[in-house]
């Protein structure tokens, strides 16, 4: 047997425990009041550390999208206008070139910021632009106008005109370009990614902000590829091309035949428009992704002039590229060709660029 002193003490500990005692041949006896009453307590805060809990768990996610909201709605305002000066020996560099007519240059920009992406440009360097460009004596122009240029009507452009685009919708092409657009009295275009828009990303314009946009004045608001510069894959190897430059292959179903890839391209213009048409704005320009839609090489030799049709169709003119980046002032004819600006597109670059391109008076 065993010593009763001891049981007697693992007796009043298993009941200062909360646990039932025993008698000697195992019954159990009734639970002391004290282990009861601390039981309930300590089954009370169990619950009533989560329901503690509980508000913040709702609470701060509201706290954190509340915060993401105003922050993305302070940035959609433009930033002031970086002030630059032209050096002498820019100045002097960065003279007018020969007044022409029946052509006009275009540029385009990816964005104003520092995105380490290649296409972004600083906010320093896009105003640097935008003075050589004064200097020069350019004089920017609508989209309506670059229309009529485009039909033939090119009496009503002002001297030297040139076009300023941007591709994408991206917030920072507004932030860091309307308060210097503003400074020179020039005009842009941008051509928007409609479903980035309609997702709200916080990169991209707001449909709000693209209206404030077009009632400054100082934008046209135009159609973009719904989903930006998307490639897709024509091949089994996992070649890739500008959506619009190719049929399309897929695992299992090989390639697509030249009708699905019409009614493919097809149904995104038709998106693209309508989206726009419905948020009150009327495009009559369209950016082809990547500036191809086959006439550089295809996989199917139909495709450059189904699209050339099909563009024609929807809108008055669609912009395209030269693959060496090097294209001439645009002309009523032909396609409309961009000269894209980089990350590495220097004042003296785009200098050059005006200065070798231009066409001799008419």
């Known amino acids: 047997m065993g010593n009763p002193s001891s049981h007697g003490r693992r007796e009043r500990a298993r009941g200062e425990l909360g646990m039932s005692a025993t008698d000697g041949v195992g019954r159990a006896r009734a639970p002391s009041r004290t282990g009861s009453r601390e039981r309930r307590l300590r089954r009370a805060g169990l619950l009533l550390l989560p329901l503690s809990l509980v508000p913040f768990v709702f609470v701060v996610p509201q706290i954190l999208g509340w915060h993401s909201f105003l922050a993305r709605q302070s940035a959609g305002?433009?930033?002031?206008?970086?002030?630059?000066?032209?050096?002498?020996?820019?100045?002097?560099?960065?003279?007018?070139?020969?007044?022409?007519?029946?052509?006009?240059p275009v540029l385009l920009y990816h964005g104003i910021g520092d995105r380490d992406d290649?296409?972004?440009?600083?906010?320093?360097?896009?105003?640097?632009?935008?003075?050589?460009?004064?200097r020069m004596r350019f004089h920017t122009i609508t989209i309506d106008q670059y229309v009529r240029f485009?039909?033939?009507?090119?009496?009503?452009?002002?001297?030297?005109?040139?076009?300023?685009?941007?591709d994408d919708g991206l917030l920072d092409s507004y932030r860091g370009a309307d308060r210097v657009l503003a400074e020179h009295g020039f005009n842009a275009a941008v051509f928007v990614s409609t479903h980035e828009v309609d997702r709200r990303n916080p990169r991209y314009l707001t449909w709000s902000e693209l209206h404030r946009m077009r009632d400054s004045g100082r934008w046209d608001v135009e159609a973009g590829p719904p989903d930006g510069y998307?490639?897709?894959?024509?091949?089994?190897?996992?070649?890739?091309?500008?959506?619009?430059?190719?049929?399309?292959?897929?695992?299992?179903?090989?390639?697509?035949s030249l009708a699905d890839y019409e009614q493919r391209v097809s149904m995104e213009l038709f998106d693209v428009r309508g989206t726009l048409r419905a948020q009150g704005f009327e495009p009559v320009a369209f950016a082809v992704p990547k500036g191809d839609y086959g006439q550089r090489g295809s996989n199917d030799a139909r495709i450059a002039p189904l699209m050339r049709g099909l563009l024609h169709r929807q809108f008055e003119v669609a912009f395209t590229q030269r693959p060496d980046d090097d294209p001439g002032y645009t002309r009523p004819r032909g396609d409309p060709e961009r000269f894209e600006i980089h990350a590495n597109t220097t004042t003296d670059r785009l200098y050059m660029w005006l200065r070798d391109h231009a066409p001799r008076k008419r």
Do not use: C, K
């Open 77 to 104: 305002h433009p930033l002031p206008a970086v002030r630059v000066q032209l050096t002498r020996a820019q100045a002097r560099r960065f003279q007018p070139v020969p007044l022409y007519r029946r052509s006009v």
């Open 118 to 134: 290649g296409y972004a440009i600083t906010r320093r360097t896009f105003a640097e632009h935008m003075a050589a460009l004064a």
């Open 150 to 166: 485009r039909n033939g009507d090119a009496a009503r452009l002002p001297p030297r005109p040139i076009l300023i685009t941007f």
């Open 230 to 256: 998307e490639r897709v894959a024509y091949d089994g190897f996992g070649r890739t091309a500008s959506a619009y430059a190719v049929r399309r292959y897929t695992e299992g179903w090989g390639l697509e």
